[in-house]
């Protein structure tokens, strides 16, 4: 059940990592539509396309004030920057190579002796398992 949970969950991700590189490529192309760029997409703009001319008419304002210089300006910019790194940390967490945690068992003049905390966990087990006075043995699973 557990590895159909991760391969679900990874799925899943890639579709909201596709979905969302889409939405800002749709960004991309709804913002170099303009006189100046050679892109024009003419009545169909997106806007035009859902009708969002009359939303405009209700949130206009506020989109102005948003595009004017000072505090909420600012703001924008900030809480736009803020989301970039939030997403460039998500990234690096999501392919950085975890590290590998091991087990010490000895640190000495020829090296280090250390065992994989996985392997240590089974191992641990079966010696507990074959050990006199044992009634019963259980593995508690753990972060790692």
């Not at 990592?17 to 939405?23: F, G, H, Q, T």
């Not at 859902?50 to 506020?62: A, M, P, Q, S, T």
């Amino acid at each position: 059940m557990l590895p159909l949970v991760r391969v679900l969950a990874r799925l899943l991700t890639i579709a909201w990592v596709v979905l969302l590189a889409l939405a800002g490529l749709a960004l991309l192309v709804y913002c170099l539509d303009g006189p100046q760029d050679s892109l024009g997409l003419g009545s169909g703009r997106p806007d035009r396309l859902l009708h969002l001319v009359h939303v405009r008419e209700g949130v206009g304002d506020r989109l102005d004030a948003l595009g004017a210089p000072g505090g909420l300006a600012t703001l924008g910019l900030v809480g736009g920057l803020a989301t970039m790194a939030v997403g460039v940390a998500l990234l690096v967490g999501r392919f950085a190579r975890p590290r590998e945690r091991l087990l010490i068992l000895d640190d000495g003049e020829a090296g280090v002796l250390g065992v994989r905390r996985r392997a240590a966990r089974r191992l641990l087990t079966d010696l507990a398992a074959g050990a006199r006075g044992v009634r019963r043995v259980r593995s508690v699973s753990g972060s790692g």
